[in-house]
């Protein structure tokens, strides 16, 4: 059965930091993208970043670069998402989710085949 898993998140202060992690179970990452997308309450779902297994690369939204780091440990077919210098603006559900081999910035949420069921972050001011 596959299943993404995440987890990590909770409330943190502005300036603080959060590592989210998407735990994969029922397939292998290596043949796989995974993307970390965001829902804020009364605002559309925005793609945060993500990352292509196969060879490494990675994407990462403007309002997220510099602060934001993806990365990927094969041995536990996890991705994470390291947050730091979290704002109120980050308060959102996140969720990951999997698409096949290649993800780039212009890669849409109804490209991805799998998803989890989201962790909460807010971050207070």
């Known amino acids: 059965q596959v299943q993404l898993v995440e987890s990590g998140g909770g409330l943190v202060q502005a300036g603080g930091s959060l590592r989210l992690s998407c735990a994969a179970s029922?397939?292998?990452?290596?043949?796989?993208?995974i993307g970390w997308f965001r829902r804020a309450p009364g605002k559309e779902r925005e793609g945060v970043s993500c990352?292509?297994?196969?060879?490494?690369?990675?994407y990462y939204a403007d309002s997220v670069k510099g602060r934001f780091t993806i990365s990927v440990d094969n041995t536990k077919n996890t991705v994470y998402l390291q947050m730091n210098s979290l704002t109120p603006e980050d308060t959102a559900d996140y969720y990951c989710?999997?698409?096949?081999?290649?993800?780039?910035?212009?890669?849409?949420?109804?490209?991805?085949?799998?998803w989890g069921q989201g962790t909460q972050v807010t971050v207070s001011s």
């Open positions: 029922g397939f292998t990452l290596d043949y796989y993208a």
């Open positions: 990352i292509s297994i196969s060879d490494g690369s990675t």
């Open positions: 989710a999997a698409k096949d081999y290649y993800c780039s910035p212009n890669s849409r949420g109804y490209e991805y085949e799998y």
